[in-house]
């Protein structure tokens, strides 16, 4: 406990975007979060006081972060589970553990996992050492043939360590790199879905509304909730499939489940994400509690929020860097207030860099077109600088 508030210290390692927003979240709370960076200028460290500076593959880093903590969690899934294990053995509440974070960290082990618990997901295999290429070619023979999706098993995102093949020579540099891979069937998709829930050591359960995520290049650049036209059962399928992932992998804190809907709508699970994610950053002004309280609430096992909307129609944009020069930062959120009042802002303090992940914007209302225009325009205009800001909208009252 933190003798100045006699309510608990949280730790998180990796001081990025999501810790500097649970950082916020903690605020309300009256929580003290305590932040595990690299940096200084990370963007959580620019804004928690209580920074330790350190690499989360440092044993005693971790050790001396976690002294005084009530739980440790964590902004990333790129802790070594030999080091959380280590925590563990020391007398630290780590949430999610090790055991379950395996699944979030090794797309072959999550594939394996879920398929032994009758989940629905692609078909897929794991690719060998030697002899890949045939292993390959005998892959996508069975599932009618190329293209395939090749994923590295570890330390991809954003669109890395991801390969769609349409030959076994198309995947000649990849195999021979060798990478730890896995082989899947590309799914004929209709689009991606993300069922957003949270899981308390207690075994409460949240779900959040089921949203749709917009990828451009491996990189989501947009999320609609709810989900436009998907259908109740659907989204209670999703739902019901990601509380019973949480539950079957005793994941405590937020998961993302992101999902696959096919042309024939059919839902399979693509990717595992144990901590807030991108596709629930639309939770801060668009649900009554933020997946970063729910996150927090989870960790520290007190009773969890209520996941509802607070707009008919929410869309989260993400802001991307754009080219060197131009209008400043500044001056950009100076005219885009100004233009649409209501659009809420969020900017994670890192350097501008083309295509890097800067921020976000979200947009509420009543009118699904309206409503993605405003969040793109805003997102766009962060972006560049120039251009129209659609003036045309009447802003919605949040």
């Not at 406990?1 to 730790?11: I, Q």
């Not at 990796?14 to 916020?24: C, E, K």
């Not at 993300?194 to 290049?217: I, K, L, N």
């Not at 609430?297 to 929410?314: F, H, I, K, N």
Request: negative net charge; contains cysteine.
């Amino acid at each position: 406990m933190d003798p100045r508030t006699d309510l608990p210290v949280v730790g998180m390692v990796g001081g990025g975007q999501l810790a500097r927003m649970t950082h916020q979240a903690a605020i309300a709370l009256g929580q003290s979060l305590r932040v595990l960076a690299v940096n200084p200028d990370d963007g959580a460290a620019l804004v928690a006081a209580d920074t330790h500076l350190g690499s989360h593959t440092d044993l005693e880093a971790l050790r001396r972060f976690a002294k005084g903590c009530d739980v440790v969690t964590f902004d990333h899934e790129l802790v070594p589970g030999d080091l959380i294990r280590a925590l563990a053995a020391d007398g630290v509440a780590v949430r999610p553990g090790a055991e379950a974070l395996r699944f979030a960290q090794d797309k072959g082990a999550m594939r394996e996992r879920l398929s032994a618990l009758g989940a629905p997901v692609p078909r897929w295999r794991r690719l060998p050492g030697e002899a890949a290429d045939a292993a390959l070619a005998e892959f996508a023979a069975e599932v009618g043939g190329f293209p395939v999706v090749g994923k590295a098993t570890t330390g991809g995102y954003d669109g890395r360590g991801v390969w769609v093949w349409d030959s076994v020579a198309d995947a000649t540099s990849v195999l021979d790199a060798g990478v730890d891979l896995i082989v899947e069937e590309r799914v004929r998709l209709k689009r991606e879905l993300a069922a957003v829930v949270a899981r308390s050591p207690w075994g409460q359960v949240a779900a959040y509304p089921v949203v749709e995520t917009v990828q451009e290049s491996g990189i989501c650049v947009e999320v609609i909730a709810p989900a436009p036209g998907l259908d109740a059962d659907t989204a209670v399928t999703a739902q019901q499939l990601a509380i019973r992932i949480a539950t079957e992998l005793d994941v405590v804190g937020v998961l993302a489940v992101e999902l696959f809907e096919t042309v024939d709508g059919a839902l399979f699970v693509n990717e595992l994400a144990m901590r807030p994610h991108n596709s629930g950053h639309w939770t801060i002004e668009g649900a009554r509690t933020s997946q970063f309280e729910q996150h927090l609430r989870a960790v520290l096992d007190y009773p969890l929020g209520d996941t509802s909307l607070t707009a008919p129609v929410v869309v989260m944009a993400n802001v991307l860097g754009g080219a060197a020069g131009g209008m400043g930062i500044d001056e950009r959120v100076h005219h885009l207030f100004a233009a649409d009042p209501a659009v809420k802002i969020h900017l994670y303090g890192k350097q501008v860099r083309p295509g890097r992940k800067i921020g976000h914007v979200t947009a509420l209302g009543d009118d699904l077109a309206t409503v993605r225009a405003r969040a793109a325009a805003a997102a766009r205009w962060l972006r560049d600088g120039e251009g129209e800001i659609d003036p045309h909208h009447q802003p919605a009252r949040a």
